[in-house]
């Protein structure tokens, strides 16, 4: 149910930031907004990529990931970007992770 929603969230705040990049980037040449989105897409999936290695590595050597599998917060990054890193960070390494 956690998950759920988290992915609600997560889309939500997606949704939020598609629509202030639109307005806000109105006077911009349409062009140059497809450029910039293009650019923010490839930022969020290195993200992505580096959250699932980092996820899988930390199950590998025994340390689990909290609330869902590497690739669903892979996914969530995808859709999220630096929030959704901000918030793997403090969960799985920062002192807030609880020592197994």
Do not use: C
């Not at 149910?1 to 997560?10: E, G, P, R, Y």
């Not at 349409?30 to 450029?35: I, R, V």
């Not at 025994?62 to 892979?74: A, D, L, N, S």
């Amino acid at each position: 149910m956690a998950a759920f929603i988290a992915v609600w969230f997560l889309l939500l705040l997606f949704r939020g930031a598609a629509q202030f990049l639109t307005v806000n980037m109105f006077w911009i040449v349409p062009g140059a907004q497809l450029l910039i989105l293009g650019a923010l897409l490839v930022v969020n999936v290195l993200f992505a990529r580096g959250v699932m290695e980092d996820a899988s590595e930390q199950n590998r050597v025994g340390k689990k990931t909290y609330f869902v599998k590497p690739e669903i917060w892979g996914l969530a990054t995808v859709i999220g970007g630096f929030f959704v890193v901000t918030v793997y960070w403090l969960i799985h390494h920062s002192v807030l992770r609880k020592s197994v």
